[in-house]
Structures are given as C-alpha cells and as structure tokens.
C-alpha cells in the first residue's frame, strides 16, 4: 500500500476546512488553538507571556527564534485565529520588495474595516537588509503585526531597526515524549489524521520516530505517514519506521549557529580531556557533511592553543592528519580523524605558549616599539660598528653547555617573563630546563 492509497480508502473522512486531504500529516495534524498545542510551555503554558498575549488580545510584533519542526508557523496560525485577525503567509524565498508592498496595501484595506492583519514572514533571515527595511514603516504605523519565524540567531540576521521593533521569543526543540505525544494523536484522530487506517503501531517504532525526528515534529509526523504507507496488514513495526525514515540529515547548518555550536563542543571537548566526546561532535560533523578539511584546521590551532609544549608531538600529530587526509580523502579518512582527534583529547594540556604569544603582543602594543639593545643589534658596516652595535654580544656556543645568559630584552623590560610553563607532560622538562637557566644566569 502507498501513501496515495491511504486516501483512496476514505477520501472524504479526511477533509478539513482549509486543508486538503492529500496535503502532508504534518499540515492536516497542525494545532488549530492553544489548547491543542504541544510543547513551549515556558512560552504557550498557564500565565506565560505568548498565552497572555492571545487571551487579552495584547499582540506585538514577535520573531519567533527556534530550530525546524518546533511550532513557530503553527504558532502564527493559532494568533491570528484566536485574536480574529486577517492572516497572511508569507515567504522570504518566494518574495522581494514588490510583494512586500502589495502585502501591506492589503493590509491597510483590512485596517479600514477595522481588522487586524497578522503578517506571517517564514524565514525572516533570508530577506536582505533593504527588504528589512521595507517593513519598518508599517509597522510604526500598525498596519500590521508581523511574526517572524527564523532558525538563525536574529542579532546575527535580522537588522537592529526591525530587531528593536519586536520581542523575540525563543522556542526549544521538542522532546522525543512530546513528539510521541503527537505521533499518538495522529494515529487516534479520525477526522485529520490516520485513525481511520486502524493501525497497529508497536512501541519501540513510536520510541524510534520520537527520538530520532531530532526535535523536529513535522520530520516525525510525515515520517509515521510514509510508515503507513508502508506498512503490512496495517502493522508498524521498528523496521517498517526504519525504512520509512531511511537517512535523515541531522540538525547542521554549516553556515548558520549550529555550525559554531558543534564545533564549539568539539574544541572544548579536545580541550577538556575528553575523548568520548570529541569523537561524538566529530562524527556529528562529518554525519551532517561537514568540511574535514576545516576540522583539521582547527585541530591544529588546538593543538598549539591548549596542548603547546606539553606535548610538542600534538601538532605534528595535526599536520600529518591533515596531509594525510588530503592524500586518503572520505570514506577511509575518518579513521585518520578519529586517530588524531584521540590523541590531542588524551594529551597533556598547557596554554602556556598561547598566553605567552598574547603576553607579549599586549606589552608591545602598551610599550611600542622599544629600542634593540646595542648588543643584539646587527652591525653590517663600519659606521655601526663605530657606534656600538654588536658590542659585548655575547656568543653561546662560546660558552659551557652553549649559555651565556645574556639579557635580549630591551632595557625596560629586563627580566620580564612572558612564557611561564605550567609543568604538565613534556613542560616538566622546560621549567626544570628554564630553572637551570634562570640559575646560570644569576651566575653570569
């Protein structure tokens, strides 16, 4: 049986007003009031502040911030309803500022006859500034009440005019019991959903298109359609979920805020001495198509950043992954990754060198371009030579051991320490090596 087939059985059963019977169950299921809405209750639930808005009938203009498939259309659909405002859909793919313009004159003849409009704009992110701008007149005006929805950090994609204009309100991905709740009442409602088809759903198949829809609950509820769709003597079973789900992208936008997020995590993780970790973020990256090639190159920074001399090895470990990668490439270069993301997780640790370089850059920037010590100074001509340059430079191979203590700072910043190992792994050796030196150089 095909998902077309569903239809046949019973086309009428399933008619809503508004929606057609063979639109997605996903569209058919849509909570059409609060009270049918699943999910942010720190938003929608008793006394929060969206709730309070619909029941005094108190809008604002709102940018609903959230990831894909957690209710910001279907929360747009049930403000206007509720408030009995005229609602109008509309997408930033599809429109430009010829549209935007038509939209708003709808709007003020709507706004005669004394109804509000509820301007819905779907990706709000990808209009660019002057198409922004274009809103913000009629907004002052209150021609409209826009509610914009985005998966985008609005400070990064919303221009500040039209950001200062609206409240957002950030919605979380949706639990997997709160998913399951909704594949529940899918499958019971007879009227929009697929409680006509009788079907039997065994649990470990609900717990599985719950958990991996990945909070998003249109993924899990048109995902239980084509299951149904699929399934033999009207019986879902884990495996007929499994095949219906096949491969899901995950969550991942690689230029947008998840992208700094799992990367963030897989940085701190290396950081932190966590190899678990750093190999779950890494593999999340890869799963969802990230570059290897900038993975690599962040793990060298790593490498000198938070391992440095406590591990000088670290970063030689990162290059080689690197150039071998470029040799290897995917699939077999994952094993080259998984190696070395291993062992910069389980090195020694030291930012010693890190802090050292910014150290000295905040000195420099703070003191300028202080003098070169006569001694350390090159004299290539005669007249240098006359003037002192190179005078008293002492050679080290001239001395025992090759150290002749010699201050190379200049004068003002004599004695000024800038690199202070911490003594962890291999800077054990450089700070009993540096207390030698210091030593010797008390001597000399």
Known sequence: MNT??????????HTVPGVSPHAPLAERMRPRS?????????????????????????????????????????????IAAETKSHFIFFSAILSGVKEIREVFREAERYAVRGIRTVLFIDEIHRFNKSQQDAFLPYIEKGVVTIIGATTENPSFEVIAPLLSRCRVLTLQQLEPEAIRTLLIQALGDCERGLGRLALSVHDDALDFLASQADGDARTALNTLEIAAGLAQDSNITLETAQEALQKKALLYDKGGEEHYNVISAFIKSLRG?????????????????????????????MAAEDIGNA????????????????VIGMPEGRIILGQAV?????????????????????????????????????????????????????????????????ECLPDKLAGRTFYEPKGHGYEKSIVERMEWLKSRKGRA
Not at 275 to 291: H, I, K, S, T
Request: glycine content about 10%; aromatic content about 8%.
């Open 273 to 301: 001495s966590a190899p678990d970790a750093a190999l779950y973020w890494l593999a999340r990256m890869l799963e969802a198509g990230e570059d290897p090639i900038f993975i690599l190159r962040r793990m060298m920074i």
């Open 4 to 13: 077309a087939d569903l239809w046949e059985q019973d086309s009428g059963a």
């Open 34 to 78: 609060v009270a049918e809405f699943s999910g942010q209750e720190h938003l929608v639930g008793e006394g929060r502040i969206l709730r309070r808005m619909i029941e005094t009938d108190s809008l604002a203009s709102l940018i609903l911030w959230g990831p894909p498939g957690c209710g910001k259309t279907t929360l747009a659909h049930i």
């Open 311 to 326: 591990d000088p090895r670290a970063l030689q470990v990162a290059v080689a992954a690197l150039q071998a990668f470029q």
């Open 342 to 406: 291993t062992y910069l997780a389980t090195a020694p640790k030291s930012n010693a060198a890190y802090a050292g370089i910014n150290s000295a850059l905040a000195e420099v920037r703070k003191s300028g371009a202080l003098p070169v010590p006569l001694h350390i100074r090159n004299a290539p001509t005669k007249l240098m030579k006359e003037q002192g340059y190179g005078k008293g430079y002492q050679y080290a191979h001239d001395y025992e051991d090759g150290y002749a203590g010699q």
